[in-house]
């Protein structure tokens, strides 16, 4: 129940191409949803976030995509440069507690 | 802001050895976070303190490990005796609740190798 699935696993899109990389929970009391971009040797770094009031979120190139019925959630990448190349972790918050369960994480790799 | 730092960077130790891991957090977060990272097992939640108080120890892996904090301003995860398999990336994190956006901030980690 404490679970996040993340998919795929790796993926590799061409420069300007489009990242699309999938998340799913099962627990309803998450209510924050949060995206995390991490570079070799550095920690993760919050890129954006959504609340489940809300279908869409964008910031520039990202845009996370929310369904609360499916309880799924995804982070694209629109443009995609090979900037981007790193790991993607998603998360989710319970709101009984300030801790993030977080996904597995997807290396991504933009080719010039 | 220097974010949250954490020392040493890199450690490499012989199986048996204590090992200290140290974190200060950014100045008016009121949560610290201690995640372990592996490949095989991903960002595992070791501990997370409120107000300097320990809330969640369950991640912890074993009696080798213990974590304290003194003070708002910083943290220790002690690893005695450190074994080949507790060889890994530790990050510190932290976060304030009333935070608009209360994702965390994390540290740059530290590297460290049990040989």
């Known amino acids: 129940q404490q679970q996040v699935k993340q998919s795929p696993q790796s993926l590799i899109v061409q420069k300007g191409g489009i990242s699309i990389i999938n998340c799913a929970y099962e627990n309803t009391a998450f209510d924050y949803f949060p995206w995390y971009q991490q570079f070799p040797g550095k920690g993760p770094a919050l890129l954006i976030a959504?609340?489940?009031?809300?279908s869409e979120k964008k910031e520039g190139r990202f845009t996370i995509s929310f369904n609360k019925s499916a309880k799924q959630f995804s982070l694209h990448i629109m443009d995609s440069q090979p900037g981007d190349s790193a790991t993607y972790f998603c998360a989710a918050r319970d709101n009984y507690g300030q801790n993030f369960v977080f996904g597995p994480g997807t290396r991504l790799s933009v080719l010039p | 802001d220097a974010g949250v730092i954490q020392s040493p960077r890199h450690e490499v130790t012989e199986m048996g050895q204590e090992v200290t891991l140290r974190c200060k957090p950014i100045s008016g977060h009121d949560y610290l976070f201690w995640y372990r990272q592996t490949m095989m097992r991903g960002l595992e939640l070791l501990i997370y303190?409120?107000?300097?108080?320990?809330?969640?120890d369950s991640g912890m892996p074993e009696d080798r490990f213990s974590a304290k904090m003194p003070n708002a301003s910083f943290s220790t995860l002690k690893i005695q005796p450190s074994e080949p398999r507790d060889s890994a990336v530790y990050f510190c994190a932290s976060s304030f609740l009333l935070s608009g956006s209360p994702g965390y901030t994390f540290g740059s980690g530290t590297r460290l190798t049990v040989v």
């Open positions: 959504i609340r489940p009031d809300v």
């Open positions: 303190f409120n107000n300097n108080v320990p809330i969640d």
